[in-house]
């Protein structure tokens, strides 16, 4: 059994050459909060995980962050510590279930959902510190249209849009979609339908989102699954831990195995330079506006 401790990782040695193979970077967002955003990016973490991938999962609701929380974490250093330049970025990661690794953010800290262009620069920026490999990169993003939600979408080769068959949830994942895809580029979208009673709830709610954005917007929206509402998920969650790995043959726990296996074995995998965690660094740095020859 998974007992929560924060191992704390090494800084790597920065002579090290750039990792050699390519990383998928999936920012997890919402339209609003509380529709599950968060438990679907641990899960699927964890998901990823047991089918031997390298994992990284980065808390990015920089205002109220909880995966920590979700899995029973307690890390002695969060971004604040980043932030604030008293530990790097590779002192305040933590472990998780099944080898994960967490970037925890700090939870209740108004200053750190308040970040100028300069200090979010700055914190991506230290991501240039880590030389591990990894596979998949992660992103829980804060729910809605914050400046932290349009910068990592764009730097992502994917954003996962989580939704749920209730009238605020579709609405605000179309302002989302519309603001990211007609003022930021952002023209393709996973749609994830979290908490509905069967795959054929889910292809339904997908379609209500579909036929709104056919008709107004010019994106690409692709129904890449469904999340089913199951009490073994809130069990887990009760009892702080993922549900992939509290409760394995619960429908939940079969529905992030079939995410995960669809992600590795269908979703484009980064070509060329673009698929190196150096580029995403780099474009997250070009969207908070730092001029480029600070970034170097």
Same mark, same amino acid.
Request: aromatic content about 4%; charged content about 25%; some cysteine.
């Given at each position: 059994? &998974?007992?929560?401790? *924060?191992?704390h990782y090494p800084l790597g040695d920065k002579r090290q050459p750039a990792q050699s193979r390519p990383v998928r970077v999936i920012c997890v967002t919402s339209g609003k909060g509380g529709v599950g955003k968060t438990n679907v990016t641990v899960n699927l973490a964890l998901a990823l995980s047991l089918q031997n991938q390298n994992v990284m999962l980065l808390d990015a609701d920089l205002g109220l962050a909880n995966v920590d929380v979700i899995l029973g974490l307690r890390p002695l250093y969060n971004l604040s510590h980043v932030i604030s330049q008293e530990r790097t970025l590779a002192e305040v990661i933590v472990s998780g279930p099944? @080898?994960? #690794?967490?970037?925890? /953010?700090?939870?209740?800290?108004? !200053?750190?959902?308040?970040l100028t262009p300069q200090e979010n620069a700055g914190l991506v920026g230290a991501f240039s510190e880590l030389n591990d490999s990894l596979d998949v990169l992660l992103i829980d993003s804060c729910a809605g249209i914050a400046e932290s939600? $349009?910068? &990592? *979408? #764009? +730097?992502?080769?994917?954003?996962? $849009?989580?939704?749920?068959?209730?009238? /605020? *949830?579709?609405?605000?994942?179309? /302002?989302?979609?519309?603001?990211?895809?007609?003022?930021? @580029?952002?023209? !393709? &979208?996973?749609?994830?339908?979290n908490r509905v009673a069967s795959a054929q709830e889910g292809r339904e709610l997908f379609a209500k989102l579909l036929r709104v954005s056919d008709r107004f917007l010019d994106v690409a929206l692709n129904f890449c699954g469904f999340i =089913?509402?199951? =009490?073994?998920? !809130?069990?887990?969650? #009760?009892?702080? !831990? +993922?549900?992939?790995e509290a409760f394995p043959n619960s429908r939940s726990a079969e529905a992030f195995h079939r995410l995960s296996a669809q992600i590795i074995s269908r979703w484009p995998v980064p070509r060329g330079a673009s698929g190196y965690l150096q580029f995403f660094i780099e474009r997250l740095i070009d969207a908070t506006g730092r001029p480029r020859e600070l970034a170097a």
């Open positions: 059994m &998974f007992m929560p401790e *924060s191992v099944n @080898g994960i #690794r967490i970037v925890p /953010a700090s939870s209740g800290i108004k !200053r750190m959902a308040e939600v $349009v910068t &990592f *979408s #764009r +730097a992502s080769h994917e954003v996962m $849009v989580v939704v749920c068959d209730e009238p /605020a *949830s579709i609405t605000d994942a179309y /302002a989302l979609i519309k603001l990211l895809s007609q003022e930021h @580029g952002v023209d !393709r &979208f996973q749609i994830l339908a =089913p509402e199951d =009490p073994q998920l !809130r069990k887990a969650v #009760r009892a702080q !831990r +993922a549900v992939v």
